[in-house]
């Protein structure tokens, strides 16, 4: 499920980033192409200027003069003496008589059909006749059936009472092979960007799904751990009952107390691993007020002092010399987390053994410590004690223990915004520090 939702957000996130370069791609390249067309444009319109201003100079059009011009661009050139070609370009690279004849019909038709008549209209008519003088007109050609388009000026040459009409061609082959070759840059660019794009989506969305995945695993980890530490009471519950249609009445009463006993751990255990879901949920509420830790300690001493003794453990308290502020918390959020750490202590503490519950102010922390001189916790385990239904090895046969009161209290103190930790006990045992701000 989770490598379709991969693939499908790598998609997404590729194709979504791709689209919006490749859009940009193609603006730049329209924008970049209209500058080229509009450059050359201008450049052919200074040339044919040039041109014009020379032939208005010279008394005779020699064929070096055209040969020289042609050279300068990629030009050919065309010279009608009243409307009849008379000199053909040799330079401009139509091998075939009849095609140059065709595409110079075709210009000159273009311009005729455009821009003749308007000439003719205005400035011909106020100039031509009387000086000796030139008019041309530049536009964009593309004659049918050719290969590229062209930029045409005819230059409109009145001399001594006769015309001379001279058509220059500029073909943009160079140009668009230029554009081509930019195309294909552009080509081979966007989609080694896409490659590059779809590589560190992948990577980027798998990173994204990691918390998701984890997430699914320890739940998954979670109901299976539940299952497994229901099942144990459930199945003595069950034969318990079976049991007891056939027991006579003392006996009942044995069966009953122990449907009674496991029902009671199973009710523990759902309302931790509720505790528990309801964290996750964001719906654990704190409800913090002022709180006296030192009174909470004693609270608990005297809530386990009973228990410590019934185990023949010694259960003291120490509380600091001076006056302990009073810290904003949740009373019976921390009365919880000290209630599990004493109940581990005497727990994981073999008869003799002693706890020790005290309390520390240190640069405005709090520190709750409970120490035991109990069976200790390898350093692997501590890395692991606060997960979710982790229990050391050694710890396993202890009835009523199902690996998440640490998960619980480690909760609670992190929505008090404190820290808990545990170290060994010089001489044996091990030391859990609650600290809160
Ligand atoms: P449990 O309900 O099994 O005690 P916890 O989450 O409270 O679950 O503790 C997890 C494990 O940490 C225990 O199973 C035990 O192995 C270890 N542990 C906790 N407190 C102590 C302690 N005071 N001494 C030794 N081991 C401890």
């Not at 989770?2 to 919006?20: D, N, P, R, V």
């Not at 095609?99 to 100039?127: G, P």
């Not at 007020?289 to 410590?308: G, K, Q, S």
Request: charged residues 20%; proline residues 3%; contains cysteine.
């Amino acid at each position: 499920m989770f490598q379709k939702l991969h693939l499908y957000l790598t998609a997404m996130c590729a194709g979504i980033t791709a689209a919006i370069m490749i859009v940009m791609s193609l603006c730049y390249l329209y924008i970049s192409e209209k500058g080229l067309y509009d450059n050359q444009y201008a450049s052919f319109q200074n040339d044919i200027n040039t041109i014009a201003t020379s032939l208005e100079q010279q008394s005779v059009i020699s064929m070096e003069w055209l040969a020289k011009m042609e050279s300068r661009g990629n030009y050919s050139f065309f010279v009608l003496d009243n409307g009849i070609p008379f000199l053909y370009n040799r330079l401009g690279g139509f091998s075939e008589r009849s095609a140059t004849k065709a595409l110079l019909d075709q210009c000159l038709n273009t311009y005729k059909s455009s821009f003749e008549y308007e000439m003719i209209n205005t400035d011909k008519e106020s100039n031509f006749g009387l000086y000796n003088t030139s008019l041309h007109t530049e536009f964009p050609f593309n004659p049918t059936g050719a290969k590229h388009e062209f930029y045409a000026s005819v230059i409109e040459l009145n001399r001594n009472d006769s015309s001379l009409q001279m058509v220059v061609l500029c073909a943009l082959d160079f140009l668009e092979e230029q554009i081509h070759r930019q195309r294909i840059r552009f080509v081979v660019i966007d989609i080694a960007a896409v490659l590059i794009l779809t590589l560190f989506s992948f990577f980027f969305t798998g990173r994204l799904l990691q918390p998701i995945i984890e997430n699914r695993r320890n739940q998954t980890a979670f109901i299976a751990a539940a299952s497994h530490e229901l099942r144990t009471p459930l199945s003595v519950i069950l034969s318990a009952a079976d049991c007891c249609r056939n027991a006579d009445a003392p006996e009942r009463e044995g069966f009953l107390d122990t449907i009674r006993q496991e029902g009671t751990l199973m009710s523990s255990l759902i309302n931790d691993m509720l505790t528990l879901s309801n964290s996750d949920n964001h719906n654990f509420p704190i409800r913090p007020r002022d709180v006296e830790l030192d009174t909470l300690l004693m609270n608990t001493y005297e809530a386990f002092e009973p228990l410590a003794r019934k185990h023949s453990l010694t259960l003291r308290v120490t509380l600091p010399d001076d006056t302990v502020p009073v810290c904003t918390a949740d009373d019976e959020r921390i009365s919880q987390v000290l209630s599990i750490l004493v109940h581990n202590a005497i727990s994981y503490t073999p008869a003799g053994g002693k706890i020790e519950l005290s309390l520390l102010y240190k640069k405005n922390r709090f520190h709750l410590i409970v120490s035991d001189t109990g069976i200790g916790i390898a350093d692997e385990d501590k890395k692991r004690i606060f997960d979710r239904f982790y229990r050391a090895e050694k710890s396993r046969s202890t009835k009523g223990h199902f690996g998440l009161g640490l998960s619980i209290a480690s909760e609670i103190v992190r929505l008090h915004h404190g820290t808990i930790t545990v170290s060994d006990r010089p001489g044996g045992g091990s030391i859990f520090t609650v600290t809160l701000p």
